[in-house]
């Protein structure tokens, strides 16, 4: 019934068989129509069989209308009808006085989807790229059931027997939603659920696994052991070049009693001066005898036994430990 509001929305999909079923169908616009077809085939210098495929369009359009109960062909109505020609049918019906405007943005040239194997929304082919390289590396990641979402026929990681979508899934949210099925439903592109992402971009952590962290236990290994802090630098009447104002930044959290011993010369300097207080005072690193032991046993474990010691380094050294920050000499 022409007027007659439709309850739900219906997307349809009609095609070349389609067209064939209503061909017995009659229109009084179609005369009209038929007429414009012909003389725009005419002027363009079209061949003889164009006005018969537009009009084939045309004809899915207003059956469309019909259903709809609406006086006009929309725009969106020849979205519907997978046959060409949809720019020139809709000048056609425009001409006529059959179309009205369009309400509804056009459907994308390239229909939008989710990656078959992570799920993540927004891809265009049947995979995004990481699923695909995954799929061509069948060397390297074998096809099976994933152990976390029990779905068949996905690439696996060798190690810890999950498809890609779960493994980054459970790299980037956290190992407590490994036991878990679900995943959460990503974006493709920059937002989407990745392996590989640089530390602090969108919030990341680099897993203990990863590339990045791999990289720098590699480089933690294979670097030479670094000079114990606590070492003299500086030798008996040795003298300085030039003095600058030390930087203290925080090192060690125990107090001075757990401490590594200093060579003889030192500790026995240091021993005469903590042997006045209790130990239990020693023990407890918020007491004034603690904090005052602790900067004896940095300034010592720095300058040495035999250098004398700048009242600025003790000034600020003991500024850094009053303000709770074990020191250390940068």
């Known amino acids: 019934m022409r007027g007659q509001l439709t309850l739900f929305p219906v997307r349809r999909r009609l095609e070349r068989s389609d067209a064939r079923r209503i061909s017995g169908r009659t229109w009084p616009e179609e005369e009209v129509l038929r007429a414009l077809a012909i003389q725009r085939a005419a002027t363009s ?73 992570c799920g993540c929304w927004g891809v265009t082919t049947t995979r995004c790229q990481g699923c695909d390289e995954w799929r061509h590396a069948r060397g390297r990641y074998r096809v099976g059931q994933c152990q976390r979402c029990r779905r068949d026929d996905l690439p696996l990681h060798s190690e810890e027997g999950m498809c890609r979508g779960c493994l980054a899934y459970v790299r980037e949210v956290g190992a407590r939603s490994a036991p878990s099925s679900f995943t959460q439903l990503a974006f493709a592109g920059v937002l989407a659920h990745r392996l590989m992402r640089r530390a602090g971009e969108l919030g990341f952590v680099a897993h203990n696994r990863s590339v990045p962290a791999s990289r720098a236990g590699a480089r933690t290994h294979t670097t030479p052991a670094q000079q114990e802090p606590h070492v003299p630098v500086i030798t008996a009447g040795q003298l300085s070049l030039f003095s600058i104002p030390r930087t203290w930044r925080r090192e060690y959290l125990g107090p001075v009693l757990a401490l590594p011993p200093l060579p003889a010369p030192a500790q026995e300097l240091l021993d005469t001066f903590t042997s006045a207080y209790p130990r239990a005072q020693l023990a407890d690193k918020r007491n004034v005898p603690s904090g005052a032991a602790l900067v004896l046993h940095t300034l010592l474990a720095r300058l040495g036994p035999h250098a004398p010691i700048p009242e600025r380094d003790i000034r600020s050294l003991a500024g850094t430990v009053a303000a709770g920050v074990p020191p250390h000499a940068v």
């Open 45 to 117: 210098g079209l061949t003889g069989t164009w006005p018969q495929m537009v009009l084939r369009l045309i004809r899915c359009a207003l059956a469309i209308r019909d259903a709809e109960g609406e006086a006009l062909v929309a725009p969106e109505m020849l979205d519907q009808v997978r046959l060409p020609l949809k720019a020139a049918a809709a000048e056609l019906l425009a001409q006529a006085g059959m179309l009205r405007p369009r309400t509804t943005p056009p459907p994308a040239a390239w229909p939008v989807r989710s990656c078959a194997d």
